[in-house]
């Protein structure tokens, strides 16, 4: 009797268990911003996502003016070779870039009130872009219609104003669809409200939603990408560096320089915004900076080319250009990204200037620099410079900036000032010593 209980109640449950295997995955993701590299990488990631939880449907939800061409192709391309069936809820605009990544999904649904197309290429200004860009754009919404059974004649219409399609569009004007004409030409399924409602006119009852989200390590990612906080890693990295300069040992501030040097490079490169060459020319900077400080004597070419090239590549990682190319990079970028490079440059020499001196006599930084005195009777010993020294003169034998080599009395000292530069030839006058190094101050 028990075995026929077992028996039936498994027989009971079997539809229960059938009925939880025909529910449908559903992945939700949003375009709902420009189209840039952050978008392409959110769509990759949101994909890669669907492979990995077995989704059975993605749905977009769209709401953009469009951006970038050549991300948007990159979108399309990823759409067009997904497998599982790509549906689109255009929930307001799809212009431009936009257009063609719906035309890219293998379903259209749009809302009332809601308008597809608008496709021509412009440049940052907001004009349009040279019939070579228009020929291109042309080309892609045509092979993706055809790809996906539209007609391609429309969505070339939906870039060149001049094509002329008999009933639906004349001469001067893009094709702009409201939801109603999209459905009359083949260019959205049908009217809805609400994603579930693409879902019951697809005859899925049952399923689970998944809204796809950045985790928390691309949404800290994101946070790295604000030009302001581009411009505080870039005054640490000048702080850093000038601080570790000042402190020899320390360590901390190269450090704090370095972790804030891959947090503005990593978030940029990872989305696509810093090429390698914009890297490479920024560490070539750095470099060519290094080198006149302790190499080169005196300050001319390498310095002023080590500047130019750190400004404009930590310019140019934060800009969607291509090469030197601007045409299609918003006019606000460009100030924004040189406003956060110039501010955070300036900022950093400002702190050095005022704050200095401050900063290394706060508990913080005492911290972490040894600032006591290891006094003789306390056991310390060390072979030091004879005090005979003080107040001797002689010539820099090298640079100093602040450290490097005096001659005295024809013999060479490891020498340091506070934080004056002084010329090779200039003479020096003794003023103290740490240890076996003297410290010197520049006469007038």
Known sequence: MRKLFFISCLIGLLPLALFAQQKKKVM??????????????????ALDHAEKTNADIIIIEMDTFGGALDDAKSIVDMLMEEKRNTWVFINADAASAGALISIACDSIYMAPGATIGAATVVNGTGEAAPDKYQSYMRSIMRSTAEEKGRDPRIAEGMV????VIDSIKQAGKVITFTTNEAIENGYCEA?????????????????????????????????????????ILILVIIGGIYFELQTPGVGFP???????????????YLNGLADYWEIIALFVGILLLVAEIFVIPGFGIA????ITLTIVSLILIMLNNDFFNFEFVPLGDIIMASFATLGGLIGGVLLLFFGGARISKTKAFQRIALNDTQQKSEGYTVNTLSDTLLGKRGIAYT?????????????????FTWGDYVEKGNTIEVIGNEGITLKVKKVE
Do not use: T
């Open 254 to 268: 190269l450090f704090a320089a370095i972790i804030a040097l891959i947090l503005y490079l990593v978030p940029y």
């Open 28 to 45: 939700l993701m949003e375009i709902k911003a420009e189209i840039d590299p952050r978008m392409s990488r959110y769509v990759k990631l």
């Open 191 to 231: 009217k809805v409200e609400s994603i579930d409602e693409i879902l019951k006119r697809n005859k899925i009852e049952s399923y689970e939603i998944e809204n796809f989200e950045l985790g928390a390590s691309e949404k800290i990612i994101a946070i790295f990408l604000n030009p302001f906080i581009s411009g």
């Open 399 to 415: 640079v100093l900036r602040p450290g490097g080599k005096v001659s005295i009395d024809d013999q060479i000292y490891d020498a």
């Open 303 to 306: 310095g002023v080319a080590g």
């Open 160 to 163: 060149d104003e001049n094509v």
